[in-house]
């Protein structure tokens, strides 16, 4: 095989053999394999290495702009357990005309007692306020399989015989749901790497349908302001949920604080005893303290008792800025950080609550998930 006419399969990026330390260097004995993918690819696949690529933004736009020119099915891809994290923003100025199927995977993630159908109309209700109308919304997690069937369904429904475009920003699980979906279809040797780490999809990958038409997996646009993108390696799979959330609910008075780890800290400054209930990843450690302690708790303890993250670590994230948020006592309410997860309040009485996080994470406030 021609190197300029190789594409890895693992990630998009187009094959070259002579510079090592370039994205997409495969040696030219490789060349001949029938599945080829990059030395990048093939040790994050068998090592679980850390292999980061810039990406600039500049690239990512290129790419999802093409799509607006195309006529097509477009899939967008949202992580259910960082919602305002995932979203892709300015997605109907990327797609044009396009229909957009709304995908929320990792529904293996949130608490089995959940109405499935209240975070479907979640989903669109959330959707709607940010201008977009998908044709439907479907919930898969991609890690289990569940759900991909009817996602494929609906996808054959939508598309009238165009290409399908997935779409995302990092570590949503695009190339995971691809990757379901090769492996319930026989097709697993054209596996795309999969990683926790941002930036592994480095270009267009395409997956040719039976009708000559294709499925496109794309790279992940990143959101700068998901706490993951401020942590090390190791500190990321710590914060980032592989089993299902296991709520952690503190009946709390005002003048009380949480320590989330070492990345938040959550202070009741104002309101009635009421319950605040955390949906954050199961190993994450909570610290709760009173607030007149809580800035002597932080610097005496950072990186140890309070970590992730640990101990140099610690130094490296940004200073915690304030946010404040006012409960109105209205409905449920959750105070979302993104990428961390969320802290649910019941609504019924009136707070206000100051969240602390690393500088440039975003903290808002949503009507309750749950």
Request: aromatic share 6%; charged share 25%.
């Amino acid at each position: 095989m021609n190197e300029h006419d190789a594409i890895c399969a693992g990630c998009g990026i187009q094959i070259q053999s002579e510079e090592k330390t370039k994205p997409g260097f495969a040696p030219k004995s490789a060349l001949e394999r029938d599945v080829l993918i990059c030395q990048r690819c093939f040790r994050i696949k068998h090592y679980n290495e850390v292999a980061p690529v810039e990406m600039s933004d500049d690239d990512f736009l290129r790419i999802l702009n093409g799509i607006g020119d195309t006529d097509s099915l477009v899939v967008m891809v949202v992580d259910l357990f960082d919602f305002q994290g995932s979203w892709l923003r300015g997605l109907p100025r990327f797609v044009g005309g396009n229909p957009i199927l709304l995908v929320g995977n990792k529904v293996d993630l949130l608490p089995r007692n959940i109405n499935l159908n209240r975070v479907r109309n979640w989903i669109q209700h959330e959707a709607k306020e940010r201008g977009l109308k998908p044709e439907e919304v479907i919930l898969v997690s991609a890690a289990k399989g569940t759900g991909i069937d009817e996602l494929l369904t609906r996808i054959g429904k939508r598309r009238h015989g165009k290409d399908v475009y997935i779409v995302g920003v990092t570590n949503v699980g695009k190339s995971t749901l691809i990757n379901r979906i090769l492996h319930d279809y026989g097709a697993a040797d054209m596996e795309i790497t999969t990683s926790p780490f941002p930036g592994t999809t480095l270009d267009k990958i395409e997956i040719p349908l039976e009708d000559g038409r294709s499925i496109y997996d794309t790279p992940g646009i990143i959101n700068r302001d998901q706490i993951g993108h401020m942590v090390t390696p190791e500190d990321l799979r710590a914060l980032t949920p592989t089993a299902r959330i296991n709520p952690k609910g503190y009946q709390l008075n005002a003048g009380q604080s949480l320590f989330i780890g070492g990345l938040a800290r959550i202070d009741f400054v104002h309101g009635e005893h009421q319950p605040f209930v955390l949906y954050v990843a199961n190993q994450l450690y909570i610290h709760r303290t009173k607030l007149e302690n809580a800035d002597e708790v932080l610097a005496k303890h950072h990186g140890t008792l309070l970590m992730p993250p640990s101990g140099e670590a610690a130094k490296q994230l940004p200073a915690f800025t304030k946010h404040t948020c006012k409960i109105d006592g209205k409905g449920p309410m959750d105070i979302v950080i993104s990428g961390l997860g969320w802290v649910a309040l019941q609504g019924k009485k009136p707070a206000s609550v100051v969240v602390h996080a690393p500088k440039g994470v975003s903290v808002g406030i949503r009507k309750g998930l749950i």
